[in-house]
């Protein structure tokens, strides 16, 4: 798979190495689960260090992220298994190949959120203040684990000859799309857009523990399920490999419950009489 921009002034071209990093006797490591963890690792230490600027106790957030691996990982690929039965019930032996790629985002927010209100209610603190914390490390996650789109060949979009085209091999082309060599790197598209969220994100968490801004615990998940599904939205019309239910792209129609949803919590946060409490400016 090649990403093509040499019609660029300056112009260069590079290449995925494909799906696999490195094999090491019948050990085999793929860029896909690489990426994953990568962006787990990350993500634990950075709402680590957010929460120590919030004054709550680093400890819990390394705690939950056990919590959310363990809840949104088996989530996403069973959302995913599920939109695409009819495949999978053709090959079962497939359906925990999860390092072959197939893992829904969508599917892993709903398993992380049930695990971390359980686990809110046993440590008896706030899911509110839980998830801005966390809200950062998932949106910069999510533009880490998007390029294992890349190197397993998958996510991308419809054809097109625009400067950043990007090259799939004749046997990672849709049905139909056969003779079309290039096509939208959709999940460039996403990663960079979830990049500016996870910038947004990290803006209003320092303007709000700086007390520059009037911030309430609850605002940072609220403002990334909007500003997620927003970017979400519009990149899944270009996709061709969309999951499906009936004529409806079912990410779209998730990500608009998802924007609908991001702005009734915003209003509720800040117009409700006895809203969430706010964010306390950090002692650092």
Known sequence: MVLDISSLPLAFQFTSPGPILVRI???????????????????????QYLAKRRNVNPELLSDLSIWLVIGAI???????????????????????????????????????????????????????????LVAPSLILGQAIGRWGNF????????????????YISPEHRPSGLENFEYF???????SLWNLMVFALLLNLFFRGVSGKLRLKVGTLIMVY????????????????????????RIA???????ILLGLAGLAWLYLRKRP?????????
Do not use: C
């Open 74 to 132: 088996p989530a996403a690929r069973l959302y995913y298994v599920l939109f695409e039965w009819a495949e999978y019930a053709q090959r079962p032996e497939k359906i925990i190949a999860i390092w072959e790629g197939g893992i829904a985002i969508h599917g892993a927010i709903i398993g992380g959120t049930i695990a971390a209100l359980i686990f809110a209610k046993l440590k008896q603190v706030s899911f509110w203040q839980l998830a801005d």
């Open 276 to 284: 969430l409490p706010d964010v306390v400016a950090s002692s650092n």
């Open 151 to 166: 190197f397993n060949s998958e996510a991308f979009g419809s054809p097109t000859n625009l400067p950043w085209k990007l």
């Open 25 to 47: 006797g019948p050990l085999t490591v793929r860029w896909y689960g690489l990426l994953i963890a990568t962006a787990v690792l990350i993500g634990v230490s950075l709402s």
């Open 252 to 258: 779209q129609v998730v990500s608009l419950a998802g």
């Open 225 to 248: 399920l909007t500003a997620y599904s927003v970017g979400r939205f519009w990149i899944e019309g270009l996709r061709t490999d969309s999951l499906m239910l009936g004529p409806l």
């Open 184 to 190: 939208h790197p959709t999940f460039l598209y996403e």
